[in-house]
Structure formats: C-alpha cells, structure tokens
C-alpha cells in the first residue's frame, strides 16, 4: 500500500494502537478478528495516503539517461519506493512483493490500491471488503476492475520466479562472481538487452545492456576492482550488498541491489543507495575481507 518499509512499520504500530484503544467495541458476530484488523489498518494506510505523492523509481519519473557519464547527483527529497526485507516477510506473499508490481502499484489511487490488496493478496471477499471500505459489492468489483486495467497499461510486470529456483541462482552466482571481479564484459552478457538500471536516490535510469555495462564500467574504474558481496533476498527476489574496496583497506558499503532475473538473464536492478534502506537490512557500513574468506 504504502511502497515504504519504514512507513509500513510505523502503520502496524499506528493498527494496533487504534485496535486497542477499540477492543470493547470489537464485536465476533460482525467479523473476525483478522477481518477487524485489516479494517483499522486499511484505513490507517488511507489516512496516510491522503495528499501524499506517490513513492516512484527512476524508471518511472522520465526517459532513460543516454549518458553513462551523467552526474550522479541524489534527490532525497523525492520517498523513493523502497524494498522490504524478506526476514520480516511471510513467503506465501513473495510473488505479490515483487519491486515491479509494488512501483506500479503506487499509480493507482489509494482505494483502488486497497481494493487490489485486499482482494488479490490478502483474499478476502468482495463482500468482505466492501464492508472493510464502507462501501458496496459493486463498487468493489469496479475498483478492482479498473486497478487491474491500470496495471496492465504500465507494461509486462515479469514473470515470477523464486530466488532459489536453481536457473535463478545460477545467473545470481555468475552476476555476482563477475560483480565482485569488476568484469564487465561478464556482467553484460548475463543482461537482457533491454535490462533496466535503476539507482534511487539517484533520479537517472538506464536501459538497454550496452549503457548498462557502459555505466558499470564507469563505477569500476572508479573504485577499482575487489569488490565483496553479501547475498540478501528482498521482496522475494534475489538481491546483494555490495562493498566497494577502500584505498586504505577494508570495503564500504555502496549498494544494495535488487535484482529481477527472466529467461535466464538480469532483466532489472534495482540499485539502492539510501541510508535508511541499508538500515532496513540491518547492513553494515564496512567490512574487512577476512570476514568473507
């Protein structure tokens, strides 16, 4: 709903602070305990909502860069979309987590977003959900209607695939070796040739696997080559840490990127680079090589 884990957070608190201050008038012939929580948290995510921009990658704010030399310039006064940690996730709802469909998700209105997650993820009933948002059954069938017809304007949301599925791992494996080696020439030919780059709190994207691999290129000639790695999952697909040597020993941490993989290839990365997603993930800021030998 929100697109923010930190918000996400703070909103399961804000959810059963309303509940308890509620308990007495919580009544089991109405609903079940699990429908009556939805309900408060629905409309805590709705009261949040209201008047807020929407969380977007750099994939959805514009063109992509034709300059692999671009300023790197952050913007954070943009709320990025941020991942979720996959520790704090329950696996049954990993396909629904998934960067893509939470980023296209953000262009819907916040009731349609609701209807969307009700509905689809969570399974409740249309009679149930109307009774949730305080509306009807064929309201709810129109909102959902109109949801699914949005998210099929915004393009292919790609196919779902587990990080541990061994064709997935596979190219995960191959990535990362040639990541931590700084080979570019094996990055690119692990990339679809239309693969996405994103790089939030950067508002510059990049498609296509040559200025892909012509940006990569750019960062390893910049930091050089020694690069260390800590395999992470986030919103149910593959993801990595990625620690950039320091001149004077030891590596700091310089990414998480989240990564998309479809016929055997990196469609996606997702490469973020924001404090407080790193404080998500519980990453340390530096590492020395002996702990990863």
């Not at 602070?17 to 429908?35: E, F, I, M, P």
């Not at 990339?191 to 696997?209: I, Q, T």
Request: glycine share 6%; net charge neutral.
């Amino acid at each position: 709903m929100l697109g923010s884990f930190h918000d996400a957070e703070d909103l399961v608190q804000e959810t059963m602070l309303r509940a308890w201050k509620a308990r007495d008038r919580y009544d089991q012939t109405r609903a079940s305990v699990r429908t009556w929580l939805y309900r408060i948290a629905t409309n805590a995510c709705l009261s949040a909502l209201a008047g807020r921009a929407r969380r977007p990658l750099p994939s959805g704010l514009g063109a992509p860069s034709q300059d692999p030399w671009a300023a790197l310039t952050p913007d954070f006064d943009i709320p990025w979309l941020q991942p979720f940690p996959d520790a704090r996730l329950d696996p049954g709802m990993r396909a629904d987590m998934r960067l893509a469909l939470v980023a296209a998700m953000q262009v819907l209105p916040p009731r349609q977003r609701a209807v969307l997650v009700l509905r689809e993820v969570l399974e409740f009933s249309a009679a149930e959900v109307a009774a949730q948002l305080g509306t009807t059954v064929p309201a709810v069938n129109s909102a959902l209607q109109r949801a699914r017809v949005a998210l099929a304007a915004t393009g292919d949301m790609g196919e779902v695939t587990e990080p541990d599925d061994p064709g997935v791992r596979s190219v995960i494996e191959q990535y990362v070796q040639a990541f931590e080696a700084a080979n570019v020439a094996a990055l690119v030919q692990l990339l679809a040739d239309d693969a996405v780059l994103d790089m939030p709190p950067v508002p510059l994207w990049y498609r296509g696997s040559r200025n892909y691999g012509l940006f990569i290129r750019r960062v390893f000639d910049m930091r050089g080559p020694g690069w260390l790695t800590q395999g992470l999952t986030a919103n149910g697909q593959p993801a990595f840490a990625a620690y950039a040597p320091e001149p004077a020993g030891g590596h700091r941490l310089h990414t998480l990127q989240v990564l998309s993989v479809a016929g055997g290839r990196v469609t996606r990365n997702v490469a973020f680079a924001d404090p407080r997603v790193f404080a998500a993930f519980d990453l340390r800021g530096r590492i020395s090589s002996a702990e990863f030998s």
